[in-house]
């Protein structure tokens, strides 16, 4: 008798821990949930490219990208898993370097501040809320270094 309460008070201690297991999991979720998973993110980037292709900043230098729907869907596809992988989601970026795909292009910062404009409207029309809005452009913000001016 006495060993059987003690297993019931061990039981009813281990649900308690379990139960705050799961408060903590969902205090903390990833940007990568808290953006809605890879379905979410997919929706972004395929509205951003509409943008960037609407965005006549920019749009000249992604002439050859979209005459060739490989190349168009190899860059989706390099996006959503540096965004996904990025944000802490189970992706994995499988894209050169930032360095190495900019090269050689000479982006201005008037070009790398219009993409991320194009970026932040897909964003807003998903409704995306600020603070997720601002974790992922503080993951993408420190690309500049590799993006601009090389
Ligand atoms: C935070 C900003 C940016 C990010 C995260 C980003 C990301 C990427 C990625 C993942 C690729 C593909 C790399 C690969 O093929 O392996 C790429 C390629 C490219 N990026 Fe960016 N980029 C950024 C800014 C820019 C800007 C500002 C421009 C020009 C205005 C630009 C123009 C291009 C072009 C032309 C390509 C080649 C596309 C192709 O392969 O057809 N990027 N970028």
Redesign the pocket.
């Known amino acids: 008798m006495k060993n059987s309460i003690r297993l019931l008070a061990i039981l009813f201690l281990a649900s308690f821990a379990l139960v705050s297991c799961d408060k903590d999991d969902e205090a903390t979720p990833t940007l990568y949930d808290r953006l809605g998973g890879v379905a979410a993110i997919s929706a972004v980037v395929d509205q951003f490219l509409t943008n960037v292709v609407g965005d006549n900043v ?1 749009n000249a ?2 002439a ?2 979209v005459a060739s729907p490989s ?1 168009t869907q ?2 989706r596809n ?2 959503i898993d ?1 965004i996904c992988a990025g944000a802490g989601g189970p992706c994995q970026y499988k ?2 370097t ?1 360095l190495e ?2 090269k050689g ?1 000479n ?1 201005t910062q008037a ?2 501040n219009a ?2 404009g194009d970026l932040v409207a897909a964003l807003d029309k998903f409704k995306v809320p600020q603070k997720e809005k601002d974790d992922l452009l503080a993951i ?1 913000g420190p ?2 270094t590799d ?1 601009v001016g090389k």
């Open positions: 920019i230098r992604f050859a990208t190349r190899l860059l390099n996006l540096q894209g050169k930032m795909s900019h292009m982006i070009e790398f993409l991320v993408l690309m500049q993006i």
